[in-house]
């Protein structure tokens, strides 16, 4: 197994003294050469005449490596589980596990079990358990602010005055790893916990809070922080697909050395030798789809053909080194086809197919993503439980099933490439895609799914006592009603104040049956919901679960892939703002539709771009215009595919409006160089060609050195040093306070 990028149990408190604990870079992306799947790679190795006893005399550890390996458990990546989260675990690929999770089993810092005022501050956002007790990816500000009171229990209003003074820009850590961090308590934190919901008023419409206020019932610290345990964060999983590395150039550069070996034994023109490089075109070819295994049959011929082939060389040690290779990349490849264990009953509704494997879904939609990188990777967020109070435990959208599994929040595309730079080894993340289904309805132009979208956003979370507080309310209520009722035998006989008097009764409970708890009351269970979490926080969420990973993968650098040098120029004739808006242009703003339905560019960074911007603030980290590369900068030849605006008078007007990029210009037109991918030498790239050119348009080998300019696109960066780095090991606050999805509009202005 890969190991592990720091000493967790140790790196605090050399942070804390200042130093800079030693990092161990994980460049390789090797799974695990110990225990690659039986599936194709190693089943048959044993059949060769070269046989495991060469091998293993060759090879140190060969006789281990050959040995038929023991069932796997599956690898859980769990960014936010809580004490009484009993659900099971999200799934990762079988490998990655030393990457993923960093969970020290001993607390760094101790933690009393009452806080008083200010205590919490040195390790926020850990819901009451330290550093070392877990390891999330997010926690909550309002759990903090809780703990920190100054009463143990107080009049709802108290604590909703006390929650929404916490929503003061000066709030923030102020000792300690995160030193300068916001630990702003925001409205949609305190909405999805369905504490309380305030209007654009500032005034209490809805949640626990506004009923235990009209009740005029006393609230308690314990009651709320359990509220906060509850929270349906604390139950968001992430499921990582993805093959390590670059597999397609792994099995192109073992084709390029077959060759070699072949020619200098003079064995290339042998029909055994054409048979084995048709064969590697093929695993290649499988490769780069990165769909589905390699064929389990194709590699028991490359086996055969590859003994055969040793029985007529002069020196079979060579083709042995060809084999060994062959069947590590291939049984690396090949764990990914491992089945991935759903928790809860949930199914996958991946490609509307059903597969259930660590393969990515949609590597092969190139129009959707940047290519020529490494290590391309999709991040599924997902809740993973049945939600409670609900018909089928399911979220609903108003669109078609989601992209991979039930209950998607959302999903994230990705890779990276080494990135010189930076400076040394290291290494630039690239962001193609962050898409969430259930929550972009609200921002729709189709009417009807906005309608539905806000009509079936129900809470279903934290509702059990709120329940209970609205039957005693609406009780009441029907109690002071019923006098009115028997007296007037309809409202013709009440007199006008009567008449009065029963219609604010009825509008308070017409009032409670229309909050999500009062559905319960009446219905017992929630049809369907769209209520997932974080539908206004989604692109902070993604940000950081980018910003952990790039500290898990010791990656310096990360940049959102603008909207202007991919749909831009691949989807132009589409409508692009949704894009824009996301994603941004070339320097990271966006555009707005003005009243005339013209389209204007303005100064805001777009969604996925500003809370880079506002982290890396926070953070130390370096936020700036910097060169991200297209393929890797350490191969010499590129196979790019040229995109003119000669083909397309859509891009053509995309580049006149700004709303796209290109490389060079060729006369009258433009054109714009993307990168497939890159090798080390020429023939390998023709190699890479091959297998490319059925599923793209115009493509070619070209050469560039690692400083030529077209190699790059300079976007919107963050940067982070190594001391950074570890910051993002830590748990960030949940929720954004505003950019993104977030309404700019201060609704705590009026408790402030």
Do not use: C
């Not at 023109?269 to 075109?281: C, E, F, K, P, V």
């Not at 995109?643 to 995309?654: K, P």
């Not at 790239?685 to 030529?708: H, Q, T, W």
């Amino acid at each position: 197994m890969a190991e592990q990028f720091l000493n967790t149990d140790t790196f605090l408190e050399q942070i804390r003294k200042g130093s800079t604990p030693m990092t161990k870079e994980d460049t390789t992306v090797v799974v695990d050469d110990k225990q690659p799947s039986a599936v194709g790679g190693l089943a048959a190795l044993g059949a060769t005449a070269l046989g495991t006893a060469l091998i293993a005399k060759r090879i140190p550890g060969a006789r281990n490596f050959f040995k038929s390996p023991k069932p796997r458990s599956n690898v859980t990546y769990t960014p936010n589980k809580t004490v009484s989260d009993s659900a099971g675990d999200s799934l990762t690929a079988t490998g990655q596990s030393q990457e993923l999770i960093l969970s020290p089993s001993k607390a760094l810092v101790p933690l009393s079990t009452r806080s008083k005022f200010g205590e919490v501050q040195n390790i926020p956002f850990t819901q009451g358990k330290g550093y070392g007790d877990t390891n999330p990816i997010v926690g909550s500000a309002t759990f903090d602010r809780i703990k920190e009171a100054q009463f143990d229990s107080a009049p709802a209003e108290q604590w909703i005055k006390w929650l929404g003074k916490a929503n003061n820009p000066q709030l923030k850590v102020n000792s300690g790893p995160l030193t300068g961090v916001s630990r702003r308590v925001t409205a949609d934190e305190l909405d999805e916990l369905n504490m309380i919901k305030l209007g654009k008023d500032g005034k209490p419409e809805s949640g626990f809070l506004k009923i235990a206020m009209d009740e005029k019932m006393p609230v308690d610290r314990d009651t709320l922080l359990e509220m906060v345990n509850n929270s349906p964060i604390n139950s968001l999983r992430t499921l990582r697909l993805g093959v390590r590395g670059n597999p397609t150039e792994q099995v192109l550069e073992l084709t390029d050395e077959f060759k070699n070996v072949a020619i200098k034994q003079g064995l290339q023109d042998t029909g055994t030798t054409q048979s084995i490089l048709n064969n590697l075109r093929g695993l290649a070819k499988t490769a780069d789809n990165q769909m589905n295994p390699m064929d389990a049959d194709a590699i028991r011929i490359l086996q055969n053909d590859l003994r055969d082939l040793a029985g007529e060389a002069s020196d079979p040690a060579a083709l042995s080194d060809i084999l060994v290779r062959l069947n590590r990349i291939t049984g690396n490849y090949n764990q990914y086809s491992k089945k991935v264990d759903l928790p809860n009953g949930l199914k996958f509704r991946r490609d509307k197919g059903g597969r259930d494997n660590f393969y990515p879904a949609y590597k092969n939609q190139t129009s959707y993503a940047l290519q020529g990188g490494e290590n391309y990777t999709e991040d599924v967020i997902y809740y993973g439980k049945k939600l409670p109070n609900v018909t089928g435990g399911k979220f609903s959208t108003s669109q078609a099933s989601p992209h991979y599994i039930d209950n998607e929040i959302g999903f994230i595309r990705y890779d990276d490439l080494p990135n010189p730079k930076l400076g040394g080894n290291k290494r630039h993340l690239r962001v193609s895609e962050a898409q969430t289904d259930i929550h972009s309805e609200q921002f729709s132009s189709n009417t009807s799914n906005r309608e539905t979208y806000f009509r079936n956003k129900i809470n279903p979370f934290n509702t059990e006592t709120s329940v209970k507080l609205l039957k005693k309310q609406r009780d009441e209520l029907m109690e002071k009603a019923a006098p009115f009722r028997e007296i007037g035998r309809g409202i013709a006989g009440l007199t006008r104040k009567q008449q009065q008097e029963l219609a604010n009764v009825n509008y308070r409970i017409s009032q409670i049956e229309k909050s999500a708890a009062g559905k319960l009351l009446q219905r017992g269970i929630i049809e369907q919901t769209t209520a997932a979490p974080l539908s206004r926080s989604w692109p902070d969420y993604v940000a950081k679960n980018l910003l952990r990973t790039m500290a898990e993968r010791n990656i310096n650098a990360i940049s959102i892939v603008p909207s202007a040098m991919n749909k831009g120029i691949k989807m132009p004739g589409r409508s692009m703002i949704g894009d824009e808006l996301n994603y941004g242009l070339m320097d990271g703003t966006t555009v707005m539709r003005t009243s005339e339905n013209t389209i204007k560019k303005t100064s805001s960074l777009a969604t996925m771009v500003a809370p880079l911007k506002k982290i890396a603030k926070q953070y130390g980290a370096k936020f700036e215009m910097f060169p991200m590369p297209k393929s890797n900068p350490n191969k010499r030849f590129k196979v790019v595919e040229e995109i003119s605006t000669s083909d397309n008078s859509d891009y053509l007007r995309n580049i006149k409006d700004g709303r796209a990029t290109y490389t060079y210009k060729d006369g009258d037109n433009y054109v714009f160089q993307e990168h497939i991918g890159a090798s080390n030498t020429l023939d390998e790239a023709e190699e890479l060609l091959k297998i490319s050119s059925g599923n793209r348009g115009k493509l070619r080998v070209v050469e560039m050195g690692p400083d030529e300019p077209r190699l790059y696109e300079t976007v919107p960066t963050l940067i982070a040093d190594d001391q950074v780095l570890k910051k993002f090991l830590l748990p960030m606050k949940a929720y954004m306070y505003q950019g993104g999805f977030v309404d700019n509009t201060n609704i705590f202005s009026s408790l402030l």
